[in-house]
């Protein structure tokens, strides 16, 4: 197991600063966004469909409004703005009005005195449907009846790269499926809306992207956007499913209505209701190899199931279309993507967005073509892994750190682990004692995957940050969502850089400061942590002006210090600030992006993350149970700004992608899911999680970025997972080409 | 319908009286919303997670599996009452040093189970702790700052601390 040394040390960038919210976290007192509560606060609940594609021929709440200590009851017809919502653009309900898309779709509102008074209310609303044949394949989504004002099809994309008419001495077809995988974060979607006299509204809320929830929410309620304030209660994980509005304008509608604060906390089961998923995939590739191991040409189709509504799965598609190929040299491409609506539950981001399903795809392709050359599944890798200055399938030359060989050599080098613990907790089946270790095969599996960093085809990405002193205390305020992943801990340690000191206000992340983007992407050290840096580097600019209007001496500042410009005098930043006030607000951009076009070419992208993984398993076939032995990884990282949050995500970070990779699946039957619950949608326990080894962090600073500091969330997740179906493949010879692998698919073979 | 009867509960060591519990709540419910102590979550109010551990009389137990009535005139012991106010057990420092908690919904949760944990196993394996801390579900950490946490805080784990 990984030990990391040094637990307490400064905060300066680079070492492990403590999080400033461990205290509270650790002792229950943090206040997340289910823990608000308010005198004369109402309880709000959401009468969902359970039908997948329906016409509403009548809503009669009558009864239910009867019933004592309710208060409100909304529908469709009470939406006071647009009745559309959506994240990319909008075309969603905020409370279907005619037709049904969806299983889950909210149709009714209640606001009651208690939980239990709001549940028995939602039972008292009669919901005449007519019902309707849903669609649910998303192939044959392409062709079918639009069930959607706006088609079927939300995207088509092309990738044309190269030479076409390209061939190989050796060609690989395969096709792969992956399943609907969700972000299960432990806190549900909770918040709380409180409304004012002058017909405003506060909300406090769980979310990924406090300003992008906002211009969604003031279209709905046709409100202008300083009517409707918003700001973050405490987040108990997103992972992506967050950045989607949910609960969000039925709140503000409930608490405008009844004048009332009004909280709402989704259970687990309409928290798989209520948010995206993972996109299923249904890929295919076929991969054309010279005798000596290089990767000529890809050909493939990737279909990206987007369920009712878009959310993001224009962008989702354009992430699994432009990495379609790994991270690897292609000379030549032709790639094909769909992101299509069906009435399946509506799809979005989740970490590793597209990435993900392509990955698990081309990783046992690689290791197919490796088979059938004779070539180790890691060389292979090595002799086409990406490198610095060269082009990837859109025509983008990778102009920033790209050290893949590195992260796939240093992961090869490292020591294998020894046989499994005599036992029972430590073999496939645990103390049920299913087989015995005999029966069990070992089988070890190697990946590689690429990640672009931050939005992407022009969209004009930003972050504002405000470094405010007032005689001499530093406060930082954001709109940057803290989810866990610990950018409030990187504030305080910006600020030790730069200002010399971390004794800092955090102003909680809100609306009354410029929009941060989203938590997502892994992009908020780069953004946001890019604004704060700007923010405090500006604040340090006029301090030395002062000083310099003052006493007529020029400082330098060097990481907190100023240092006089003949060397004879010191002070640190924190004791010039003394009894001094600033006011530094700027505003973070990346460079800039630009659209693919009509042949999916163009400079889309800021720059991109690799890293690889290998796992080992131990296999009961009769079974199909497996027992991952431990997961190993090298991750290209820039700089690491706090090895402990760094270790923290890479954990998290590959435990998400073995759930992929064994578990976790949101079953469908004809559009509605069967396991909405966690009692039948397995997350990984602590026994179903291996040791994780960093093999190594690669180090190799990106130029652009602050500190030059890649994001390090969402590579982790990527491919973890097509690493543990190697392994499975190799313990058992089968060709496994769907995630998650179940003990069927091994067992029946 | 209200309960007119209007239970107690012996809370952290205090007396508590219940007003107007409602048949069938939990007592993860009373203790959030009717008494305030948020510390025990709720994510999946189905004895599934773990978030909402707590000691009754003496036994771990999920409160959202606990009816309020059933309760009544028992001893409860929740995250708020694992260290005196102001100060840490051990295995809370010990979650906070080794990077244990990111979004920390499901920390109260394991520090409870893992104080209970830790009272009965002084010197636990790997295996084991991941055994003892598997009905407690993290979605952000992949458990392995989690288990060196409880590894080093089984090194100077003192018994009589907090919930027991
Ligand atoms: S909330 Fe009680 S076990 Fe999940
Ligand atoms: S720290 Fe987020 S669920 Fe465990």
Redesign the pocket.
Known sequence: MTTIESYKTKSGVGVSAQRPDAVPKATGKFSFSSDLSSHNMLWGQTLRSPLPSARIKSIDFSEALAISGVHAILTANDVPGKNLFGLEHPDQPVLADDLIRYAGEPIALVAAEHPEIAANAINAIHVTFEELTPLTDAESAITADPIHPEGNVIRHLKIDHGDPSVTGDLVIEGTYEVGMQDQAFMGTESGMAVPSPDGSVDLYISTQWLHSDQNQIIEALDLPEDMVRLTLAGVGGAFGGREDVSMHVHLCMLALHTGRPVKMIYD?NESFLGHVHRHPAKIWYRHHATEDGQIVKVEGKIILDGGAYASTTSAALANACCFSTGPYRVPNAQIEGWGVRTNNPPCGAMRGFGNVQTCFAIEAQMDKVAKALGIDPVELRLINALEQGDTIITGQKITGAAPVKEVISSLADHPMPGPAENNLLARPGGTGRTTDQKHIKRGVGFAVSIKNLMFAEGFDDSSEALCQVEDGNVAIHTACVEVGQGFITLIHQIAEEVLGTSDITIIPADTSIGSAGSTSASRQTWMSGGAVLKACEAVVVKLIEQIFEDEGVKYENFNGTLVSEDGTKTIPVSEALKGRSFHEKIVHRHAPTFPLNNKGQGDAHVSFAFAAHRAVVDVDQELGLVRIIEIATSQDVGRILNPLQAVGQIEGGITQGLGLAVLEELVMKNGVIQNAN?TDYLLPTALDTPPIEIAALIEEPEPGAPFGAKGIGEPPTISSTPAVVAAIRDATGIDLRRVPVRPEDIALE | MPNDEQPHLNVNGKRLTIQKSWFGESL?FTLRERLGLYGS?????????????IMLDETLV????VLTGSATGRDIKTIESLAPEGSLSTIQQAFIDTGAIQCGFCTP?LLITIKDFLDENTDPTELEIREAIS?N?CRCTGYGRIVEAVRIASKTHDESQGAS
């Open positions: 687990r966690f | 993860l979550k709720n994510a999946c109010e189905q004895g599934e997670c773990g978030s909402c551990s999920c409160a959202c599996l949760g009905g579900l």
